[in-house]
């Protein structure tokens, strides 16, 4: 069973700064890339950045410059900075993993966490 546990939501407001984890448990294959992404209340899930393991990392437009996304494959640990907020990135954040699958003929496998809310307020 894997499992990706989140941390690091919570209360912030217009300017604040918060920082999300997530970290990996459980068998899973190679690493390929990490990633989150957000879903406001009565929207659709949307990426907010991505890194690859080459450490190869894209932003949405709406965030850039703003938030930094990191990893450490070996912790298998993916980390969202997020700077200068506004209330508009308000939402469920979730992780989400991509690995290869655990034999040769498996398919990538993809796996989320069950979200972290962020509130920024004006």
């Known amino acids: 069973q894997v499992h990706l546990a989140e941390s690091g939501g919570g209360l912030a407001q217009d300017g604040d700064s918060l920082r999300l984890s997530c970290v990996a448990s459980g068998t899973i294959g190679r690493i390929l890339a990490m990633a989150w992404y957000r879903q406001a209340r009565g929207g659709q899930r949307e990426l907010v950045a991505s890194i690859t393991n080459a450490g190869l990392a894209r932003y949405a437009d709406s965030v850039k410059r703003r938030f930094t996304i990191s990893r450490d494959i070996a912790k298998r640990m993916v980390t969202l900075q997020m700077a200068n907020l506004e209330p508009a990135d308000t939402g469920a954040y979730y992780c989400?993993?991509?690995?290869?699958?655990?034999?040769?003929?498996?398919?990538?496998?993809?796996?989320w966490g069950q979200g972290t809310q962020v509130t920024v307020s004006s």
């Open positions: 989400n993993l991509r690995t290869t699958g655990l034999s040769a003929s498996d398919q990538v496998q993809t796996y």
